[in-house]
């Protein structure tokens, strides 16, 4: 799937492993952050997240977000350092149960967050989650009709006539994170290939995933932690939903 995908997103993290010079972003010249909606905690706390990475779209209908990330203390959740910008799908945000395959809007709710992967052996910084570097084989199935349909598989293993290449011949897919949307169960239709990826030089919204700097990116990868239950939560802004 391409930079067009995707709206609130939610990611857990871990801030005792900020590599060296990954400190605290420059503002963003955002609006003070809106409280957690009780909704988006109970969610979290009812799958033993610890992390997460808020992903807020300030109107369902544009392309642009923000994204939070987030941690579980002891007086509840909180946002763990500055926001960042980030784009969703070219459609805006699909309300949750209504994305569809080929529509170019982000799907909406709570998922898990998926493998990191990438076009280098390894990423820049130290990470301790899950990552695979993609070769030229590896391919992110978006044929409805495919028996394999939203899987990551290799071009000698499928049938599929639709597919996501996932080493693409830009940067937008050098570093990234699978959202685990219509992942299990596998719905007919429901659309394929949700990552976190990196955004193009214009900042254009994507085919529904959540993409945003390289910066913020790695920022991210060396905070991850696979003990934390990490989520992603896509929603609109909890002022103006």
Known sequence: MLVLRSPLVILCLTLSALPAGAGEPPST?????????????????????????WVIVDDPASINAHVVPL????????????????????????????????????????????????????????????????TADDIWVDDPEA?????????????????????RRDDLYKLGLVVEYNTNPVVKGHGSAIFLHLWDANRTGTAGCIAFAEADMLGLLAWLDPAARTQVAIMPHPDRS
């Open 147 to 167: 028996p394999d349909y939203n899987t990551l598989t290799t071009r000698g293993k499928t049938s599929a006539t639709s597919f996501e290449d996932m080493r």
């Open 29 to 53: 010249g955002l609006a003070p952050l809106p409280t957690v909606p009780a909704s988006l905690a109970a969610a979290l706390d009812a799958v033993g997240a610890r992390q997460c990475l």
């Open 71 to 134: 941690e579980k203390r002891d007086d509840g959740w909180t946002p763990a350092r500055s926001a960042f910008p980030a784009v969703i799908g070219r459609k805006g945000l699909a309300p949750a149960g209504e994305k569809r395959e080929g529509d170019g809007r982000s799907p909406a709710g709570v998922f898990p967050l998926g493998l990191a992967f990438g076009y280098a052996s390894a990423p820049e910084v130290a990470v301790r989650w899950p990552y695979r570097a993609m």
